[in-house]
Nanobody
Framework: QLQLVESGGGLVQPGGSLRLSCAAS????????IAWFRQAPGKGREGVSC????????TYADSVKGRFTVSRDNSKNTVYLQMNSLRPEDTAVYYC????????????????????WGQGTQVTVSS
């Protein structure tokens, strides 16, 4: 099965940093738009950031602009979400996701654009 696997979550103090990874063993991630979503307790899933397969252009939610950075390392077949200046409101389960089809245009942070999801990794920001 072509699965996405997230890692890198944990407990961090406000103002701290974490780097999340999204890896896949049986597909080439750079052929796909990859998005990061998050879901806080009692809330719906929120788009955080995405990176395009065409030109690595990126999109960010307003709530994370200037603090989070999405990137790829094609040699490791991995997409990263670097999260800096973390806040308690960033606490959530973070998921990476991809669409079914490769080489789609600019990525968007709309949940229904993505068909394949990882299992999620918990990020908790607390003192």
């Amino acid at each position: 099965q072509l699965q996405l696997v997230e890692s890198g979550g944990g407990l961090v103090q406000p103002g701290g940093s974490l780097r999340l990874s999204c890896a896949a063993s049986e597909l080439t991630l750079h052929h796909y738009n990859i998005a990061w979503f998050r879901q806080a307790p009692g809330k719906g899933r929120e788009g955080v950031s995405c990176i395009s397969s065409i030109d690595d252009s990126t999109t960010y939610a307003d709530s994370v602009k200037g603090r989070f950075t999405v990137s790829r390392d094609n040699s490791k077949n991995t997409v990263y979400l670097q999260m800096n200046s973390l806040r308690p409101e960033d606490t959530a389960v973070y998921y990476c996701a991809r669409p079914t089809f490769t080489l789609q245009p600019m990525c968007v942070l709309q949940e229904n654009e993505y068909d394949h999801w990882g299992q999620g990794t918990q990020v908790t920001v607390s003192s």
